[in-house]
């Protein structure tokens, strides 16, 4: 059974430092690993979407890694802003039969302070 | 574009009464999954549609039901509420049936609550 585990579980940085949320997971055989973005009481905003073949992928002061022998992804922030402060979801994806699914971590709750 | 559309966006309801949630994908998109998130977890996976099928189901008894219409759009309906049924529903959609390979695209999710 796959699980996901987000480490830490909160986070709070004072503005401009760089960080590093990470996500493990206990099944190798995923197809790609999802970052996302949560605010409060809101849905969620997909931020890096890595595919199994990749090991990185970009976007602005974004960086998500992908190690699938290991079980680990990293998001890393840049230069965090306040503006970051949000709640950070991973998810592997798995097919199984006939379904695709996510299976999410509990997230990390980052708050940057000004 | 208009993004993935959920209604309603909060609603109050007491045990043992009904619920039915609507999603609208992504023009084009012809999959949608809708997913449960109680207070302080990840969403868990609930169901997964593709052409008016389903595709999937998870772990959820069968007071949880859900159907995808012609159009694409779903509904996801639950019976006899429960308190514990008080969460963050969210639906998805994707282009292609098969999310392993694919990015998802959550709306903004109907807030249940049940007294």
């Known amino acids: 059974k796959q699980e996901v585990t987000q480490i830490p579980a909160a986070l709070s940085v004072p503005e401009g430092e760089n960080l590093v949320l990470n996500c493990s997971f206990t099944?190798?055989?995923?197809?790609?690993l999802q970052w996302f973005r949560q605010d409060p009481g809101k849905g969620l905003t997909s931020l890096l979407l890595?595919?199994?073949?990749?090991r990185e992928q970009t976007s602005g002061r974004l960086n998500a890694s992908l190690d699938k022998s290991s079980g680990r992804s990293t998001l890393y922030i840049a230069a965090s802003q306040p503006g970051d402060s949000a709640t950070y979801l991973c998810a592997a994806s798995l097919w199984s039969g006939n379904t695709g699914k996510l299976i999410f971590g509990q997230g990390t709750t980052l708050q940057v302070k000004p | 574009d208009a993004g993935v559309t959920q209604s309603p966006t909060h609603l109050i309801k007491t045990r043992g009464q009904h619920v039915t949630l609507r999603c609208s994908p992504i023009s084009g998109h012809k999959s949608v999954s809708w997913y449960q998130q109680v207070l302080g977890q990840g969403p868990q996976f609930i169901f997964q549609y593709y052409e008016k099928e389903e595709r999937g189901r998870g772990n959820f008894p069968d007071r949880f039901s859900a159907r995808q219409f012609p159009n694409y759009s779903s509904e996801l309906n639950v019976n006899a509420l429960l308190l514990g049924d008080s969460a963050l529903y969210l639906c998805?959609?994707?282009?292609?049936?098969?999310?392993?390979?694919?990015?998802?695209?959550f709306g903004e999710g109907s807030r249940l609550t049940v007294l």
């Open positions: 890595i595919q199994s073949s990749q």
């Open positions: 099944d190798s055989a995923i197809y790609n």
């Open positions: 998805a959609s994707s282009p292609r049936g098969q999310v392993n390979t694919g990015e998802l695209f």
